[in-house]
């Protein structure tokens, strides 16, 4: 961890109004600096969440007006995309409502809902959790009769493109009501994509909003003995104490581990890591995609 590193994570806990964790960013920034936090919060998909924290700066310590109109382009971008996206998830739940059709949507504009200000949440995917083999069954069919095409993914689902954004159908989902089970599937799903490919702050935001939109509204209690039965109360301890070690990899890998020449070099780390902290939901995960794949040869 470097010092505008440092500063980079101020100006995102700032962004989502959490309280410092890293005490006031380090002002002023030098052009070196601002350049790297504004392609870092591009590469981490938090650049609307840390604009707003620049926003919220005095405007003589803000980046120099070149970097600034870059920067306000993108999250126009992304708030043009949000506004997409809430649309194709209207149009899709007035779908299975109009054919009976039990989906409920997961993360994404979900937890999007919880940010500050949702629209400057970089969006992606579309997850529908889809229970029950029939209603399974009719939602494909109902695809089918739209003349939409969609590929299996190796842990049983299946996705497709519409209006140009990806959407997934998934057969588990929220196995816990309420906000356990909200907390739990951001929790599992940070830690899935971390022990494969690695994760950016993206996904790490969206937990630690959800903690903040559900606090006092479930049994802290309950929610640990929920985690130790599913072997990763140990995760949710790292995770929630941001030490530099996890840092590290998230700012390594980027977000989702888009970053290629890191996704693969960090493997053997990665198990390392991983194996201690919970080799029974690491290996469970290696052995579904291994499986999964061979399923679909």
């Known amino acids: 961890m470097v010092k505008v590193q440092y500063k980079f994570l101020s100006l995102l806990w700032k962004g989502l109004d959490l309280p410092p964790r890293w005490g006031e960013p380090g002002l002023p920034c030098g052009n070196e600096e601002w350049e790297y936090i504004y392609r870092e919060s591009l590469r981490q998909a938090v650049c609307g969440i840390v604009w707003q924290a620049v926003r919220q700066l005095p405007q003589e310590s803000w980046p120099g007006p070149e970097l600034m109109e870059r920067w306000t382009a993108d999250v126009v971008r992304i708030s043009r995309d949000y506004e997409r996206t809430r649309k194709v998830v209207a149009y899709q739940r007035g779908e299975w409502e109009k054919n009976d ?112 939109f559900y606090q006092g509204g479930y049994d802290e209690g309950e929610y640990r003995r929920y985690l130790k039965n599913r072997g990763i109360a140990r995760w949710d301890d790292i995770l929630r104490q941001l030490p530099d070690r996890l840092l590290d990899r998230v700012f390594r890998d980027g977000n989702m581990g888009l970053d290629l020449k890191y996704r693969f070099r960090g493997f053997l780390s990665r198990a390392v890591f991983f194996l201690g902290v919970c080799p029974r939901v690491y290996l469970k995960r290696w052995f579904g995609l291994f499986f999964g794949r061979i399923g679909r040869i």
Request: aromatic content about 10%.
């Open 101 to 212: 059709i039990d989906a409920t949507l997961m993360k994404g504009l979900v937890s999007a809902a919880m940010y500050p200000c949702p629209e400057l949440r970089m969006s992606g995917d579309i997850d529908w959790y889809v229970p029950g083999k029939e209603n399974w069954k009719r939602a494909l069919e109902l695809l089918r009769s739209n003349g939409i095409k969609w590929a299996p993914d190796s842990d049983g689902g299946i996705h497709y493109v519409l209006d140009c954004i990806v959407v997934e159908h998934h057969r588990d989902g929220l196995e816990y009501p309420g906000p356990i089970g909200e907390l739990y599937l951001r929790c599992e799903h940070i830690l899935h994509h971390a022990m494969v490919t690695g994760v950016g702050f993206k996904h790490i935001c969206d937990y630690f909003m959800a903690l903040r």
